[in-house]
């Protein structure tokens, strides 16, 4: 249950095409422009060190991606046909067209995946997975639902914010304890309300949270990585 990954910047050295996606594809990229570095040193004439480093951090800050609002870039509305797990779901919409959809904002336990011809586990799970698959499932499978798409990620599915009855359900998913914050991908005006509903949720021990030390589902599928280079699965 994986989200948009960070592609490192490798430039080759002496100029030729970036080697980041970002740059061949138009996408926003985190790196300053040259007339940004001529800004930061033209305003850092006169000052001193430490006002200088402030003044750099301001302005790199303000360039970011990370800093600005996340909008829609279209919003379908249809039946939720299929439930994956925690955070993944299949909506038909108007047209017909089957659309996979990674709900924006947070990460959910994985469940276990079985091979269906041996019943071999071919990947574990986490403890509340499937009680995170059951909670999303209860409350949106076969019904009519509203998806914001705010992007599409590396594994081509639809990155939104999924309403019923104009509830917020990915907010609802991290209120109740089946799901994380997924502070690495959080933009305004979402951040804050995702995080505070964390919080609450880990205050009030709900779902995930009665467990003492919870792993998150990130440092999960790390960890499973490890595992799988060694050969173990």
Not at 7 to 17: D, L
Not at 35 to 57: D, M, Y
Not at 199 to 204: I, Q
Request: aromatic letters at 8%; proline letters at 6%; hydrophobic letters at 35%.
């Amino acid at each position: 249950m994986g989200h948009l990954k960070a592609i490192p910047y490798n430039a080759k050295r002496g100029g030729g095409e970036s080697s980041n996606p970002d740059d061949r594809k138009g996408r926003p990229c985190n790196r300053p422009t040259p007339f940004f570095c001529s800004v930061i040193k033209a305003w850092g004439v006169g000052l001193s060190r430490s006002r200088s480093v402030v003044l750099t951090i301001i302005i790199l800050w303000a360039i970011s991606p990370a800093c600005h609002a996340k909008e829609p870039i279209r919003t379908i509305e249809g039946i939720d046909t299929k439930v994956s797990d925690g955070d993944t779901i299949n909506v038909r919409d108007s047209l017909g067209t089957l659309v996979k959809v990674r709900l924006y904002g947070i990460d959910a336990p994985e469940t276990g995946k079985a091979n269906k011809n041996t019943g071999q586990v071919s990947k574990p799970g986490q403890p509340y997975g499937e009680e995170a698959f059951q909670a999303l499932q209860m409350k949106i499978l076969r019904r009519s639902v509203k998806v914001d798409i705010l992007a599409v990620d590396l594994y081509k599915r639809s990155v939104g914010i999924v309403y019923l009855n104009g509830k917020n359900i990915n907010l609802e998913m991290v209120a109740e304890g089946h799901a994380w914050a997924y502070r690495q991908y959080l933009h305004r005006p979402h951040a804050s309300e995702y995080l505070q509903a964390e919080e609450e949720a880990r205050g009030k021990r709900l779902g995930i949270w009665q467990q003492s030390n919870p792993q998150a589902p990130w440092e999960f599928r790390r960890s499973l990585k490890k595992i799988n280079y060694l050969g173990q699965y």
